[in-house]
């Protein structure tokens, strides 16, 4: 009774830990909330059933990758490509120093997001992953990719981010303050 009360309280904690993310990740990949959701269940039903201590420390990077290939799986069964849009809108609840700052910040953040948007598929899920904290083997464990592929992805999306006229306004904004 104690390994079933134990590992329900791991579930538990993962979904906390990794809903949030996870439903913003796999909305981004199906450009679909409802979708999402089901891909986010799937996962973590699938978390329900792996033996216990098989993840050895793994377990984010397993949640997105079951997340990344059921949302694959159900976009090729409905021919929809759409993409990926949005960032981990997981906030910790807290109070708010300067509404005008607050805004700012979600304009920039927004002007950002617009600008990853007009990557390619592949180095837009790349720089999202990186920026939500995973680290290159991480990513390639997720997507599948090789390290060093991840790896360039990530590069010529800052690259081409660099020279977007979003984010070079934004740049531009910030010298202009100092």
Request: charged fraction near 30%; glycine fraction near 6%.
């Amino acid at each position: 009774m104690d390994d079933t009360v134990s590992r329900q309280e791991s579930v538990l904690a993962a979904l906390e830990q990794f809903e949030g993310c996870l439903l913003v990740y796999a909305r981004r990949l199906t450009g679909d909330e409802n979708l999402a959701r089901d891909v986010v269940q799937h996962a973590f039903l699938q978390l329900c059933r792996q033996p216990p201590g098989e993840l050895n420390g793994r377990l984010g990077s397993w949640l997105y990758t079951v997340c990344r290939h059921r949302a694959i799986d159900l976009k090729r069964s409905s021919c929809r490509l759409a993409p990926l849009d949005g960032a981990c809108g997981h906030e910790a609840p807290g109070r708010e120093a300067d509404p005008a700052d607050s805004s700012e910040t979600r304009d920039a953040a927004d002007q950002v997001r617009r600008a990853i948007a007009t990557l390619p598929e592949k180095q837009q899920e790349a720089v999202n992953l990186w920026a939500e904290g995973f680290a290159y083997r991480e990513i390639s464990e997720i997507t599948g990719a090789s390290e060093n592929y991840v790896r360039v992805l990530v590069h010529r999306a800052m690259q081409a981010l660099r020279e977007h006229p979003l984010v070079r306004g934004l740049m531009d904004d910030e010298r202009m303050v100092r």
